[in-house]
């Protein structure tokens, strides 16, 4: 899971354009959960020009030996549906200083959990792109953007699609050096607000961290004296605040 925390985050894309758009698209994760089929993503442009963006879906599986990698969603089975999450639409027009959203709806068993990744790539209007504009409004768009040198910033999430009966098992094992939690549950558990800090000094505090912890695997840290570990166990809608003392 180390692996898909750290690959979340901006991807750049060096385009032309100046004082154009810039997109938001809010939380890094999402979560499907398993009594739902649609999702709802907004993305925002806080920018000065109309942002062109696709919205790109992959799978993300993990192999054998734990590491991850990302490939493109199949079709069902005597079908030709996509196996898996979609995007509908597929290309955002988001106005300057507005807001766009896109649906996204999962097709496929449920017996599971799945991990996706969402790109959001804003782009220079091409005819190949098929948004619903003309090619004299793509020119203009084009030649606005000519008057200097700028970066288009795309954003990659995370989307959870839990089980569609969803089981939380969280256990917990807390002896004199370390704590661990075991998700023996069927769908992703979350730590939020980690906070290490000095019991004689709140400002002594290490970064504060999110992690996942994925179905069969465990979040631990060592205990250390004088130390107090501060965080929230996020069990989909329920939040439990833990306090543990090194």
């Known amino acids: 899971?180390?692996?898909?925390?750290?690959?979340?985050?901006?991807?750049?894309?060096?385009?032309i354009t100046h004082a154009g758009p810039s997109i938001n698209v809010g939380v890094v994760y999402d979560y499907l959960d398993g009594d739902k089929s649609t999702y709802l993503k907004r993305v925002f442009n806080g920018g000065n020009s109309?942002?062109?963006?696709?919205?790109?879906v992959l799978e993300i599986v993990y192999d054998a030996d734990g590491t991850s990698r990302e490939i493109p969603l199949a079709t069902q089975a005597g079908s030709s549906a996509r196996d898996g999450l979609m995007a509908s639409p597929a290309?955002?027009?988001?106005?300057?200083?507005?807001?766009?959203?896109?649906?996204?709806?999962?097709?496929?068993?449920?017996?599971?959990?799945?991990?996706?990744?969402?790109?959001?790539?804003?782009?220079?209007?091409?005819?190949?792109?098929?948004?619903?504009?003309?090619?004299e409004e793509r020119e203009d768009y084009k030649k606005n953007l000519s008057a200097g040198i700028n970066v288009l910033a795309g954003y990659g999430t995370i989307f959870f699609v839990r089980p569609k009966e969803t089981r939380f098992d969280s256990v917990v094992d807390n002896d004199a050096n370390r704590y661990q939690i075991r998700n023996n549950g069927n769908t992703v558990v979350v730590i939020d607000e980690f906070k290490d800090c000095s019991v004689k000094s709140e400002q002594d505090c290490q970064p504060t961290t999110q992690s996942h912890i994925m179905p069969g695997r465990t979040f631990s840290f060592d205990k250390q004296a004088g130390r107090q570990y501060n965080f929230n166990l996020v069990e989909g809608s329920a939040k439990k605040k833990l306090e543990v003392k090194g």
Request: proline share 4%; net charge positive.
């Open 1 to 15: 899971m180390k692996r898909l925390l750290a690959s979340v985050g901006f991807c750049l894309f060096t385009q």
């Open 50 to 56: 109309t942002a062109f963006v696709k919205v790109n």
């Open 91 to 135: 290309r955002l027009i988001v106005p300057a200083n507005g807001m766009q959203g896109t649906r996204l709806l999962y097709m496929g068993e449920r017996d599971k959990e799945r991990y996706f990744r969402i790109r959001f790539v804003p782009v220079v209007p091409e005819k190949e792109d098929e948004f619903a504009v003309s090619a």
